[in-house]
């Protein structure tokens, strides 16, 4: 494993949610994730979003394209004031280049 999954996996979450990766056919990516993956999130779909980094704790599998996973780990570059703004908001959305997933925040 890289440094980041290793940081990663002793990370204790700061966020909890259910996260859904889109299918490639509805505007998600090409390939699965895997921890150490991590990428901007947004409250609002908008043309140009206001982002802040994350990285879900996804253990040792991959997720797959068009999967759930129920009660995942956040964390976020920002720390916990990008929790609790994305918290509030209740749910968020992955961006790559475009809307990948979304997650819907539960603690």
């Known amino acids: 494993m890289d440094s980041r999954s290793d940081q990663l996996r002793a990370m204790k979450p700061e966020l909890i949610a259910d ?40 253990g040792d599998h991959e997720m797959k394209l068009g999967e759930i996973r129920t009660s995942g780990g956040f964390v976020f570059v920002s720390g916990q004031k990008a929790a609790d703004e994305l918290r509030a908001a209740g749910k968020f959305y992955l961006w790559e280049g475009g809307y990948i997933g979304e997650a819907v925040v539960l603690t």
Do not use: F, M, N, Q
């Open 19 to 58: 996260l859904r990766l889109y299918p490639t056919e509805h505007g998600g990516r090409r390939a699965s994730i895997r921890l150490g993956w991590g990428c901007p999130c947004t409250i609002k779909k908008e043309t140009v979003p206001d982002c802040w980094d994350d990285w879900p704790l996804l």
